[in-house]
């Protein structure tokens, strides 16, 4: 059971600056799950925890941001991944009273920008441009990280994801790999805005000449993750883990990535961009993986970890269950990609944007999205790591995701108890209790849906067809 | 490879493009109970326009056999075929190998 006690470092009572200790007793001294041998944890050092340091910008008081606090350390611990891995993650807090909530006037502590609505906003990517509001939120969020003594581990600057091109959005070169920064957000409804992650730049360097001639500011290292606004443990997936997003967000628009082609543990995705069984990471979940399944008649086809249509995009990208925490509403559908049909369609058959379905799970990673993290905890934490490792960083990623297949899968998978596990992941689909409403008030069965296929197999080949011999004849005849 | 358990409940031969064995499974040896991979009742196929039509041939022999005696298989198969389906899209698989046995052993 996690430690959930909030520990300030002062009693006075209107403090305008207060650090908490969040479950102390759970990570001080750090530690692990042995995955090996359940009965044992291993030892986390000072170099190797996972630092998150949770913010607040626009709390004009404490119980304000004690409230989000609370209720961010409840979502946390409700995910049984982090419940079982919480030695690992020192958490810690910081109260920053606010005369401003955070709005579109960026009057709030740490210049969060808002839009009218009240939700966080993404304009002119001001987290890493020039500006005086830009410059101060990046100077007030790193000097705060700063009155904490966190692991500013760096991902080394060589470390190449082929950002852009390929599967994760996070470029981890040069960013702290074992600290993620939290920003609740406290707006104008007095609301935890709808948030978003960013990597932001300890700064820039401009300087007179590049400004002269027009040149953009150049982002200086380190970098650090941000989780900002409400929905944190859903952002929080996106900054520690590097999970994308699994919703669709613009019915119909086409993937234009591409599945790394050599797997590595810093490219290790919750989506794929190539239906094909022999690009699947996640094929050991699915129906064919580790636990064959199979439906028949009128009992429900197991659904975990085959295809399900989208990531971000429409078309050309999958990821692995009907429901995750890294889902969400945007514009999925409910059941069918027949739009017009769909229960997300209006009355007149068409669909009004960002009225999707919400697929999302507050509590759940799906089962694929569930082993990245773990890998991910173990890859920081330094479990994976092995004498005779390569130098080169981005090597190691490759030795480190085969060693993850050839080892220490089977071991999160019995620590997981997966062998029983994904039948009950199975059951929950086909039972279709409350969490399933949506469909249950519309009489749809969620196996039933064309949401998800099987894995695609190579091209057929066909040959010209011969004479039957002589042999085959014999072989027909006695059949 | 996948494979997939069952009883052999319809066989096929179409000749129509391609000359080819099609078959179907049941979950039990007496029941319309068709197996599913995805939503689609599943089709495993044998292409007889091939070099292996020898072995597709000796495959379908256990088939017979297995249809006869209503003994389980497992079929294994490639993934989802693609470039054409037997009633609806990612329907059919292509088969690698069957393994018959005896009523009472366990696959």
């Not at chain 1, 891995?85 to 020192?90: K, L, M, V």
């Not at chain 2, 088969?95 to 009523?103: A, F, P, S, Y």
């Amino acid at each position: 059971m996690a430690d959930k006690s909030l520990s300030p470092d002062t009693t006075v009572p209107d403090a305008t600056l207060v650090r908490y200790d969040l479950g102390r007793p759970d990570w001080d001294p750090g530690w692990i799950p042995d995955l090996a041998d359940p009965q044992r944890t291993v030892p986390v050092g000072l170099d190797q925890i996972i630092d998150i340091l949770i913010l607040g910008d626009g709390f004009p008081d404490r119980a304000d941001f004690e409230s989000q606090l609370t209720g961010w350390l409840d979502d946390f611990f409700a995910v049984d991944v982090y419940e079982r891995f919480r030695g690992a993650f020192r958490l810690r807090a910081l109260f920053r009273r606010s005369d401003a909530r955070v709005t579109s006037a960026r009057a709030s502590y740490y210049r969060v920008l808002a839009a009218e609505d009240g939700d966080l906003s993404a304009a002119g990517n001001w987290w890493e441009s020039e500006g005086d509001a830009n410059e101060e939120f990046r100077t007030r969020l790193f000097n705060d990280m700063g009155l904490f003594d966190f692991n500013n581990f760096l991902y080394p600057g060589d470390l190449d994801v082929s950002a852009g091109g390929t599967v994760i959005h996070n470029e981890l070169a040069a960013m702290f790999a074992n600290c993620v920064v939290c920003m609740l957000t406290f707006n104008s409804n007095g609301n935890n805005a709808s948030g978003f992650t960013r990597r932001v730049p300890f700064g820039l360097a401009s300087g007179c000449l590049g400004g002269m001639l027009g040149l953009s500011a150049t982002p200086l290292p380190p970098w650090v993750n941000v989780a900002f606004g409400a929905n944190s443990l859903h952002e929080f997936g996106h900054a520690f883990a590097y999970l994308e997003d699994e919703y669709i967000n613009g019915r119909c628009n086409s993937a234009s990535r591409s599945n790394p082609s050599t797997g590595s543990l810093f490219t290790l995705s919750n989506l794929t961009f190539s239906p094909r069984l022999d690009e699947a990471l996640w094929r050991h979940i699915s129906p064919w993986g580790r636990v064959a399944r199979q439906g028949a008649g009128d009992d429900p086809t197991p659904t975990v970890g085959w295809l399900w249509r989208g990531g971000e995009r429409d078309l050309n990208v999958w990821h692995a269950e009907y429901h995750c925490l890294m889902n969400g509403r945007h514009d999925n559908y409910l059941f069918t990609s027949d739009a017009a049909a769909d229960p997300t369609a209006q009355p007149d058959g068409s669909y009004q944007d960002e009225t999707g379905a919400r697929l999302r799970s507050d509590h759940r990673y799906c089962l694929w999205c569930q082993e990245i993290v773990v890998a991910r905890i173990l890859e920081k934490t330094g479990q994976l790591a092995a004498p005779g490792d390569p130098d080169s960083i981005n090597s190691r990623g490759q030795v480190w995701y085969d060693r993850w297949v050839a080892t220490w899968r089977d071991r999160y998978w019995n620590f997981f108890e997966l062998e029983t596990g994904i039948l009950d992941r199975e059951q929950l689909y086909a039972a279709q209790g409350s969490e399933f409403d949506d469909l249950n008030n519309n009489g749809l069965v969620l196996w039933r849906s064309d949401l998800y296929q099987p894995f695609h197999g190579d091209t057929v080949s066909v040959t010209s067809p011969g004479a039957v011999d002589d042999g085959e004849a014999l072989l027909l005849m006695t059949a | 490879m996948p494979s997939t358990d069952g009883f052999v409940g319809t066989i096929e031969v179409e000749t129509r493009g391609v000359s080819r064995i099609w078959f179907g499974l049941t979950d039990n040896p007496t029941a319309s109970d068709w197996v599913r991979i995805g939503n689609p009742r599943a089709w495993f196929t044998m292409n007889l326009e091939t070099e292996n039509r020898p072995y597709e041939l000796a495959k379908l022999t256990l088939l017979l056999e297995a249809q006869r005696n209503e003994l389980a298989i497992r079929v294994s198969h490639d993934a989802a075929i693609t470039e054409f389906q037997k009633f609806e899209p990612l329907d059919s698989f292509e088969v690698d190998g069957v393994r018959i046995l005896r009523q009472g052993l366990s696959l």
